[in-house]
């Protein structure tokens, strides 16, 4: 079946240490988001990448990057990771961006922590 | 400051009677509006959107009111099942900017037997 893959399930990290959370998908959509969920609240969007264009959203932090070396993996990586930073992780694909109504394709998320 | 809230965190439901999940918004300005449903250990699954243009919109079970002027929608599930416990999400978006999902906080449905 098509779908997203996210991996791990759970990350633990290091105060400071750099992490990185990996997501793949066999839709072959254009658009790959990261989502980030922190307990109780609602996802919110980090950036997202049309193909090879990466489009960061006004108040993600800097210590958040992402690469896309191809159409089926992109990573998201943490440079310093923070307790704040402590959170569920989505990502998801869709086919088209800014084009109307988009039906996103979640990945089951990766839960990292910050010890 | 939010800009799509859902003032529930929980809902219980006996099966077989409607399940009503509330959500608000702030911003006239929305397009769509959409709800996902989350199981456990799963990624959040697209379940049925609304166009603001539209005041109804529905999909076997599942109904979607948008009272625009009262910046308030609702879905609505009849008859409930206990296959539709799980966490359900409204979300907002811009036409221009179909894809980026402005989340409220989610409801989590219990349908019980």
């Known amino acids: 079946d098509a779908m997203v893959i996210q991996n791990p399930r759970y990350q633990v990290t290091q105060f400071g240490k750099p992490v990185t959370l990996s997501c793949s998908q066999t839709l072959n959509h254009n658009v790959m988001y990261w989502y980030q969920q922190k307990s109780s609240q609602a996802p919110k969007l980090l950036f997202h990448?049309?193909?090879?264009?990466?489009?960061n959203e006004a108040d993600t932090p800097d210590n958040f990057q992402s690469r896309r070396p191809n159409t089926s993996f992109c990573f998201l990586d943490i440079r310093s990771p923070g307790l704040g930073d402590a959170a569920m992780y989505l990502c998801?694909?869709?086919?088209?961006f800014g084009t109307g109504i988009e039906k996103l394709f979640f990945g089951s998320g990766t839960q990292l922590s910050v010890l | 400051d939010q800009q799509v809230k859902q003032n529930s965190p929980s809902l219980s439901v006996q099966e077989g009677r409607i399940s009503i999940l509330n959500c608000d918004y702030t911003?006239?300005?929305?397009?769509?509006f959409l709800w996902y449903k989350k199981y456990p250990a799963e990624g959040p699954t697209f379940l049925i959107s609304i166009s603001s243009i539209k005041d109804k919109n529905e999909d076997g079970r599942f109904t979607v009111f948008l009272n625009k002027s009262a910046k308030h929608l609702s879905l609505h599930i009849v008859p409930s099942q206990p296959g539709d416990s799980a966490v359900y999400f409204c979300?907002?978006?811009?036409?221009?900017?179909?894809?980026?999902?402005?989340f409220g906080q989610g409801t989590e449905l219990s349908v019980k037997p």
């Open positions: 979300a907002a978006e811009y036409y221009n900017q179909g894809g980026k999902l402005i």
């Open positions: 998801a694909t869709s086919r088209e």
């Open positions: 911003n006239s300005m929305f397009d769509y």
């Open positions: 990448y049309y193909d090879k264009d990466f489009n």
